[in-house]
């Protein structure tokens, strides 16, 4: 049974805008820090947006700076990422994270991470 699962991913048109979820379990909707992840064709994975649970700060890759925003529903156990002026750069395979690292200093890298969903799959196309 998975214990993150993301939904939202769709074809879209560039300028386009998408909210793609991630439903956590007990276990791994995580008191620190969850994030987003992508994985385009040919590319290594890399992180885009993650959040800390304590006071919702949030951290985001200039990639997506100023069009995706994170977001958290705690009763709900969900994570969110708003994708909003979505260009073909966009397109990857979308894939939510939660760590279980002590720490308020949310990290981009993989290794900061221990639980993953399966991935949703985000294309934007012109």
């Known amino acids: 049974q998975a214990q993150l699962e993301e939904s939202g991913g769709d074809s879209v048109q560039a300028g386009g805008s998408l909210k793609l979820s991630c439903a956590a379990s007990?276990?791994?909707?995580?008191?620190?820090?969850m994030g987003w992840f992508r994985q385009a064709p040919g590319k290594e994975r890399e992180g885009i947006a993650a959040?800390?649970?304590?006071?919702?700060?949030?951290h985001y890759a200039d990639s997506v700076k100023g069009r995706f925003t994170i977001s958290q529903d705690n009763a709900k156990k969900t994570m969110y990422l708003q994708m909003n002026s979505l260009t073909p750069e966009d397109t990857a395979m979308y894939y939510c994270?939660?760590?279980?690292?002590?720490?308020?200093?949310?990290?981009?890298?993989?290794?900061?991470?221990?639980?993953w969903g399966q991935g949703t799959q985000v294309t934007v196309s012109l």
């Open positions: 007990e276990s791994t909707y995580s008191r620190y820090c």
């Open positions: 994270a939660s760590s279980r690292s002590p720490s308020y200093d949310c990290q981009f890298g993989q290794w900061f991470y221990h639980d």
């Open positions: 959040i800390y649970r304590g006071d919702k700060s949030t």
